[in-house]
T-cell receptor, first 115, second 112 residues
Framework: GAVVSQHPSRVICKSGTSVKIECRSL??????MFWYRQFPKQSLMLMAT?????????EQGVEKDKFLINHASLTLSTLTVTSAHPEDSSFYIC???????????FGQGTRLTVV | SQQGEEDPQALSIQEGENATMNCSYK?????LQWYRQNSGRGLVHLIL?????REKHSGRLRVTLDTSKKSSSLLITASRAADTASYFC????????????FGGGTRVLVKP
């Protein structure tokens, strides 16, 4: 199957700093990638849809100025958590699909801890 | 908001037993997928069933879909300790593009 690589897998940062998470499709081109947030023992909450070459589409209630998404190429999308606070601590996961297919390929996830 | 509701939320079984979990959804769909997530990891696609299909098999997995009841079930036969994970259903609708809507998940523990 296709491979999506997410980096870093874990990050600890201080309150007020920004953190960038990368999501790469290694062996296919992804015009669309998705960013999710997951709380312990809960399901995935879609944060935004990342579209190559255009602005991301954010879900209701997600602050676009806080969670900056850039999809500069067909294989890379980044999520930057700006001015992080402890309440932003969570597990963030990206996914990508090949054009025309429904199956989603997920990155390994990033555990963000803001102290 | 999550469209799918999964039942049960947690399941504990012995190795060798079958595990069954259910998923219900609210709107019409084009397909329904099942994913597995090991603790602290990303999700892995297991199986996709289209809205015009009623049953699908893949190895030890059996998925059913009843569009009249807006529900699906995932059966794992002859479970193994390695099947311990959370299982999520996800629905796809053409109107939503490639966006998937995930259920709440079922945490499965297979005891050796």
């Amino acid at each position: 199957g296709a491979v999506v690589s997410q980096h870093p897998s874990r990050v600890i940062c201080k309150s007020g700093t920004s953190v960038k998470i990368e999501c790469r499709s290694l062996d296919f081109q992804a015009t669309t990638m998705f960013w999710y947030r997951q709380f312990p023992k809960q399901s995935l909450m879609l944060m935004a849809t990342s579209n190559e070459g255009s602005k991301a589409t954010y879900e209701q209630g997600v602050e676009k100025d806080k969670f900056l998404i850039n999809h500069a190429s067909l294989t890379l999308s980044t999520l930057t958590v700006t001015s992080a606070h402890p309440e932003d601590s969570s597990f963030y996961i990206c996914s990508a699909s090949m054009t025309g297919l429904w199956e989603a390929f997920f990155g390994q996830g990033t555990r963000l801890t803001v102290v | 908001s999550q469209q799918g509701e999964e039942d049960p939320q947690a399941l504990s079984i012995q190795e060798g037993e079958n595990a069954t979990m259910n998923c219900s959804y609210k709107t019409s769909i084009n397909n329904l997928q099942w994913y597995r997530q090991n603790s602290g990891r990303g999700l892995v696609h297991l199986i996709l069933i289209r809205s015009n299909e009623r049953e699908k098999h893949s190895g030890r997995l059996r998925v059913t879909l009843d569009t009249s009841k807006k529900s699906s079930s995932l059966l794992i036969t002859a479970s193994r300790a390695a099947d311990t994970a959370s299982y999520f259903c996800a629905t796809g609708r053409k109107a939503a593009g490639n966006k998937l809507t995930f259920g709440g998940g079922t945490r499965v523990l297979v005891k050796p």
